[in-house]
């Protein structure tokens, strides 16, 4: 079964320090993967996107294939970084569906 | 450019009582969703419809029900609302595979 997977509910950081949210996946087939935040107060919105392969706020995720991963990552987190994170896979075949992880709350201390 | 549009904001219902979330998008989008948020269980997919008149369920769709007349529009209906629907609620629109846009969101408590 289709299946996204974020290992941390929490993650506290310090300003400046690296970041890596964890995201796994299990999907038979070539897998769209992306991230999604939500701040406070705001709408659920789309960070980046593995096709892509951008930066977005400092932000990088990288697929690995062979570890079914995607981590997202930040080599210096800024207080702004606070939010909800979601890791989600696309779907497809038949009727497309965008499956979400558990989602990983992070907190960047000043 | 509102986007989408979710209506009420806020709601609380009593057991039993059913009541109708209303979803509108302006970008001419066929694909729409709905999806529950619950802690530490992210967003799981009510319902979703991939064009006017076509809709399916998702992973937790029992108590709910949608209809899809429009484009715009794709209401999602509580039958007969249980405490087990306590939950924040979004709708999504998607023109295709690449990105989903979010309404902000509305929180039901069934009491």
């Known amino acids: 079964a289709q299946r996204v997977t974020q290992p941390e509910k929490l993650l506290s950081v310090f300003k400046g320090a690296p970041v890596e949210l964890k995201c796994n996946y299990s999907?038979?087939?070539?897998?769209?993967l992306f991230w999604y935040v939500q701040y406070s107060r705001q709408r659920l919105q789309l960070l980046l996107r593995?096709?892509s392969r951008e930066s977005i706020k400092g932000f990088t995720a990288d697929l690995n294939k062979g570890e079914t991963s995607f981590h997202l990552k930040k080599p210096f987190a800024q207080e702004e970084d606070s939010a909800m994170y979601y890791c989600a896979l696309f779907r497809s075949g038949g009727y497309n569906k965008l499956i979400f992880g558990a989602g990983t709350r992070l907190a960047v201390h000043p | 450019n509102a986007g989408v549009t979710q209506t009420p904001k806020f709601q609380v219902l009593k057991t039993g009582q059913s009541m109708t979330l209303q979803c509108a998008q302006d970008m001419n989008h066929e694909y729409m969703s709905w999806y529950r948020q619950d802690p530490g269980m992210g967003l799981r997919l009510i319902h979703y419809s991939v064009g006017a008149g076509i809709t399916d369920q998702g992973e937790v769709p029992n108590g709910y029900n949608v209809s899809r007349s429009t484009t715009e529009d794709f209401p999602l209906r509580l039958l007969s609302a249980a405490p087990s629907q306590t939950s924040v609620y979004f709708c999504?629109?998607?023109?295709?595979?690449?990105?989903?846009?979010f309404g902000q969101g509305t929180r039901l408590t069934v009491v």
């Open positions: 593995h096709i």
């Open positions: 999504a629109s998607s023109p295709d595979r690449t990105e989903a846009f």
């Open positions: 999907y038979s087939g070539s897998p769209e």
